[in-house]
């Protein structure tokens, strides 16, 4: 059992067995726990044809760090896209793609919340540096509430060098900097755009910036000079679906 791993979380196991059955290889519910949405979940592990158990609360706390809501899978280890795989996605993709680099986030809590942002606004993946970033595991999963197992991730080796390349495919790569002239509203970003999110009270690393074809920032109104990078990361993706689905409909 030692190489599966354990996903926790209604909406996280429910996604797994939806999208991904066959990596499913145990549910475990809580003692007791025989609602609807237990209910649900057991009727979808059945058509996969998944075993399901039982066993105490206080079993699955020592299984995992957070709030499990009484639903454990154990399921084979999660797979991160390479960049030839995201390759042949850009090939594939018919309509401006959009998509989204996080440059350097480490906190699982974030990264997660940023994929759900990013599945809901229609991004085409999550692109994140193998180095010094957060990546897929049990909190992520549980964060992005099954967009983890819907939105590729796609870990690079070197970021500047993966954003030279999707230039050369005709990709406007748009930063986010909070010096930066131009309002994130002022920005087009109708056509094919990465869209670029610093690290927690950092921001962009130098070489990222300079690979920029725009910087742009969030207007400020207030006392505080930032947003976290989730919340700032959904502000961003959705002005972009805002401006593509007025496009569409024009």
């Known amino acids: 059992m030692s190489d599966l791993e354990k996903v926790y979380g209604l909406h996280a ?3 797994l067995l939806r999208q991904h059955p066959k990596r499913v290889k145990q549910v475990w519910l809580a003692e007791g726990r ?4 237990a209910q649900a979940l057991l009727a979808l592990a059945e058509q996969a044809r998944v075993r399901v158990g039982q066993c105490e609360r206080r ?7 957070g709030v499990h809501q009484g ?3 154990e399921v084979s280890p999660s797979q991160v896209w390479s960049e030839a795989m995201l390759d042949e996605l850009l090939e594939r993709v018919e309509s401006p793609p959009l ?3 996080l440059d350097g986030v480490t906190d699982p809590h974030n990264l997660g919340a940023c994929l759900r942002t990013a599945d809901a606004a229609g991004a085409l993946a999550v692109i ?15 964060v992005a509430c099954g967009a983890a197992e819907v939105v590729p ?12 390349r999707l230039q050369q495919r005709g990709l406007w790569v748009v930063g986010t900097a ?3 002239q131009q309002e994130l509203y002022e920005q087009d970003m109708t056509g094919p755009t990465v869209l670029v999110m610093g690290a927690e009270g950092k921001g962009m690393r130098r070489l990222t910036r300079e690979h920029c074809d725009y910087l742009v920032r969030l207007p400020m109104r207030g006392s505080v000079s930032s947003l976290n990078v989730s919340v700032a990361t959904g502000v961003c993706l959705f002005e972009a679906l805002r401006q593509r689905t007025r496009t569409h409909k024009g």
């Open 13 to 15: 196991v429910e996604a």
């Open 34 to 37: 025989g609602d609807p949405r």
């Open 59 to 65: 079993e699955m706390d020592a299984w995992v760090e």
């Open 71 to 73: 639903v454990v899978a």
């Open 99 to 101: 998509l989204l680099v």
């Open 128 to 142: 994140v540096p193998k180095d010094k970033s957060a990546t897929l595991n049990a909190t992520v999963r549980k």
């Open 153 to 164: 991730l796609v870990a690079v080796t070197n970021l500047a060098r993966s954003l030279e």
């Open 178 to 180: 909070g010096e930066a």
